[in-house]
């Protein structure tokens, strides 16, 4: 039997990179250190410098990142709408 879905809600988490970096750069949100581009040429360094895994770090982001894009291109694809928070 096929489930129907009308709306659906994506919640999504904070990364620890997005976290990171944030703290790092004092802004308030991860829209504003992607914004910056000062802060993102010092993140890495300064994360390795703290002993991060930084290639860890950004893997791990990727994929968290990729998988929301691919719930969205999926429920776009089966018309259902959706809220992403």
């Known amino acids: 039997e096929k ?4 709306t ?3 919640v999504t988490k904070t990364t ?4 990171e970096g944030m703290r790092i750069s004092g802004k308030g949100t991860w829209h ?3 914004l910056d581009k000062g802060t993102m040429g010092r993140l890495d360094a300064q994360l ?3 002993g991060f895994d930084v290639d ?3 893997k791990s982001h990727t994929a968290q990142e990729t998988a929301l894009n691919r719930m ?3 429920l776009k694809t089966m018309k259902v709408a959706h809220t992403v928070v």
Do not use: K
């Open 3 to 6: 489930l129907e879905i009308n």
């Open 72 to 74: 969205i291109d999926a």
């Open 32 to 34: 504003e250190v992607l």
């Open 56 to 58: 860890a770090l950004i």
């Open 16 to 19: 620890r990179y997005q976290d």
């Open 48 to 50: 390795a410098s703290e």
């Open 8 to 10: 659906a809600l994506i």
